[in-house]
């Protein structure tokens, strides 16, 4: 008694490749338009790119394989749907549609062996919900190896663009000039065929051995020519006028490029691993982490955002600008921080100068050292211009610098708080209240100079006056 498992995964095999290719679709334009409708397990991951529709198709398709019959492999179909998605859009009609379109994409059953009694000339008909199973037919995979190279996460990728299984794979070098590589193609069932060392010489063999695949071949519906030589196009042609589907597959910079010869389709597979973007909550915690550890190593407040999206890259992998993109449409980097005044301060002294990064810390941290006129020169200089101004601790020695000078030749220790704006404005160049602004501190020049602990500030009959403290 024949085997039914057995049967079914090879006269099927198309079915399942399209049922597994319609899930994976689905899955897109769901996290497209209600991403609510994924499990929350799943609703991060990206579904869109070539490396998870492969390994998704893949893994469905190898779990229809092993099904006895059509119901058990629809039983495995809504058992991986009701995996992934929400138990209230399993149960909602948008559902019932894909599951009846699930349903006119699987197999019919094999009708029962009829009587020795009963003779019948015509094929069973089939009926409105059992369609008549698709034509038996093999895929053919052509590899120049010498000039593109295959790795089996790339073949996965393959699989799941055919409509039929690939069962012949055929490799063209000069072996001897491969080192093991025979030994592995051999390994991975692929057929090798040694040409002499030369130049084209793998192409012509393969364009030579393919002109007349069909012929040896004659279930081959669908064929793989894995070349970037353009100058197989001939036996693409070729094989496209025999009637066979070709997909011609190539290499990219970092990306494999297959193209549907007779729908003119072109599908991408990436060979770059790309690290999962995480939600924007876990960015916010990655970053702080960043600028926390930049600041104990530098020992300064302020940190450069090149310098974060520099470190971001070499400890997450992923550039910064792209990740904060993903999650804001439309958005630059530093945009990440002023969404999150909470967690971050950002400062950007001029419109030439670059943006700098702080943490917004709700404690307080200790006092900075007391800088009056006499320590002034055994700390660290004013700032001498307003690019030199890039901290709240530069800003504060520019304001002290400023107090002691209007105050050194005057028999009174204090100055009015519009002199000292004044004369700012005429060293820096810039308004005091649009420095404080750029800082993003949300407060008046009365309230950060009452924040400096190396300046004192009084209310007097005639106003604030401002002196060393």
């Given at each position: ?252 910079i970092d990306k494999i490029i297959v193209l549907n010869s007779q729908t003119g389709q072109v599908e ?79 400062h950007k002294p001029s419109e030439t100068s670059q943006t700098y990064v702080t943490l917004f810390e ?27 101004i890039n901290s709240l601790e530069d800003l504060e020695r520019a304001l002290v610098k400023i107090v ?66």
């Amino acid at each position: 008694m024949p085997d039914r498992t057995s049967e079914l995964a090879t006269q099927e095999s198309p079915a399942f490749s399209a049922i597994s290719r319609y899930i994976a679709q689905t899955l897109i334009t769901v996290q497209e338009q209600h991403p609510e409708w994924i499990a929350e397990k799943y609703r991060n991951t990206p579904w869109a790119k070539p490396t998870f529709q492969s390994v998704l198709i893949g893994k469905l398709t190898k779990s229809f394989r092993v099904a006895s019959d059509t119901d058990s492999l629809l039983l495995t179909a809504k058992k991986y749907l009701q995996i992934l998605l929400v138990p209230e859009f399993v149960n909602s009609p948008q559902f019932s549609k894909l599951w009846a379109k699930i349903q006119q994409l699987a197999p019919s059953q094999t009708a029962p062996a009829k009587s020795q009694n009963s003779v019948s000339s015509e094929p069973p008909t089939p009926t409105a919900n059992q369609p008549a199973p698709l034509p038996l037919g093999i895929a053919i995979l052509l590899l120049d190896v010498e000039n593109l190279q295959l790795t089996i996460e790339t073949e996965k990728f393959l699989e799941g663009i055919c409509h039929y299984p690939i069962q012949i794979k055929v490799a063209f070098a000069n072996w001897r000039s491969m080192g093991k590589k025979d030994a592995e193609f051999h390994q991975r069932g692929y057929q090798l065929i040694h040409v002499p060392p030369g130049k084209d010489s793998a192409d012509l063999k393969m364009a030579t051995v393919g002109a007349s695949i069909f012929v040896h071949y004659p279930t081959a519906k669908e064929i793989f020519v894995c070349s970037s030589d353009r100058a197989l196009t001939h036996l693409s042609n070729t094989l496209q006028a025999h009637g066979l589907t070709v997909f011609q597959v190539r290499k990219q910079i970092d990306k494999i490029i297959v193209l549907n010869s007779q729908t003119g389709q072109v599908e991408t597979h990436s060979l770059v691993t790309i690290p999962e973007i995480t939600p924007v909550e876990q960015l916010v915690i990655q970053l702080k982490e960043l600028i926390k550890k930049e600041q104990q190593r530098a020992s300064t407040q302020w940190i450069a955002l090149s310098t974060i999206s520099s470190l971001f890259r070499q400890n997450y992998g992923l550039v910064l600008n792209q990740v904060v993109a993903h999650h804001f449409l439309g958005t630059k980097t530093r945009d990440i921080f002023l969404k999150y005044p909470t967690d971050f301060v950002i400062h950007k002294p001029s419109e030439t100068s670059q943006t700098y990064v702080t943490l917004f810390e709700v404690k307080l941290s200790p006092p900075p050292p007391i800088l009056s006129q006499e320590n002034l020169n055994n700390h660290q200089a004013a700032p001498t211009s307003l690019t030199d101004i890039n901290s709240l601790e530069d800003l504060e020695r520019a304001l002290v610098k400023i107090v002691g000078d209007l105050t050194d030749n005057s028999p009174e220790n204090s100055v009015f708080l519009s002199n000292v704006g004044s004369e700012f404005h005429r060293q820096y160049g810039k308004q005091i209240t649009q420095i404080i602004k750029d800082f993003n501190l949300g407060r008046k020049f009365t309230k950060f100079l009452q924040s400096c602990a190396s300046l004192q500030l009084k209310k007097a009959e005639k106003g604030w006056q401002v002196s060393l403290n």
